[in-house]
């Protein structure tokens, strides 16, 4: 097994904080575990050659190793009070004030999809009939290609939807003959997914353009600095009035940002 040296492991858990927010300082295993098999495939004797590689800004080999040092845990459902909030609260709202009837949704850190699908779910769920005279859009984006070549199969294993309402299991999936489930078309067809490195500067199109995004369980690797700038970059993309739902065990300091808290995980652009 090729192990990884101090000088080593500092260059790389530089070069993707640095690069990528990840804080990957206390996960010295879980990069020899994951990378180690990379490196005996390509043939490499070190990480040292490995890294010499990644910094020739090697776009294939810098997308293998996104891919294998994130974290993409998901399901469908998760940390549920964000969608009772969303039906609740910011649905009756957009009833009430949006004239225009557009309503775009960021989903950002989506991994394979699990989120954007369920959000696309509570919109349908909520309108019903109405929301043929609704024009949503969800933008759904990672920097991990492999989870979003997933997301956009958006075929799952029954162990990912099992928190899913049972009415939803029913209107909006559909078993496939290998027992998976597939995403309605409905659904499908209102997300849409991309490459997006949230350390790269939001491009102008997205200012107050969002009335909800959802960062939920991304900013646990970032450092504190790393968040507040994102936090703020984000306040920029949110409409007036708009909402950031992030994940329950992380947090937004108050006192370095705009946004008002409204309760756990969820805070308004006033
Ligand atoms: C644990 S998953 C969370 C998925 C979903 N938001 C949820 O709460 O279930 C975190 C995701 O954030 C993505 N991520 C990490 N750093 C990122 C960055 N700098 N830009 C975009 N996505 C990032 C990872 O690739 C991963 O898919």
Known sequence: MITITDSEFIEL?????????????????????????LLEKKGMKSFGEYITVIKRNNVEEIT???????????????????????????????EKNNRTKILNIWSAGCSS???????????????????AQWNTKILATDISQNVLNKAKKAIYQ????????????????????????QIAVNIKKQVQFGVFN??????SIYKNKYHV????NVMIYFDQKTK??????????????????IGHSETVQREKSKFKYICPAIYQKV
């Not at 990912?160 to 496939?176: A, M, V």
């Not at 507040?228 to 739902?245: H, T, W």
């Open 64 to 94: 293998t190793l996104i891919n294998k040092l994130t974290t993409n845990h998901t399901f469908f459902y998760r940390e549920d009070n964000h969608y009772k909030f969303l039906k609740e609260i910011v649905l009756p709202e957009q």
């Open 198 to 203: 949230l350390m790269n500067p939001m491009p």
């Open 158 to 181: 029954e162990d990912s939807i099992k928190g899913l309402p049972p009415t939803w299991k029913t209107k909006y999936l559909n078993k496939t003959e290998d027992g998976k489930y």
């Open 13 to 37: 858990v530089t070069f993707m904080k640095k690069n990528y927010g990840i804080n990957l300082e206390k996960k010295r295993q879980l990069i020899e575990g994951r990378m180690c098999n």
């Open 113 to 131: 999809g699990e989120e954007p699908f369920t959000t696309a779910m509570a919109l349908d769920d909520y309108f019903g009939i109405k929301k």
């Open 213 to 216: 995004i959802f960062c939920r």
């Open 228 to 245: 507040n700038d994102l936090i703020n970059r984000f306040y920029e993309a949110i409409q007036p009035g708009g909402y950031l739902f």
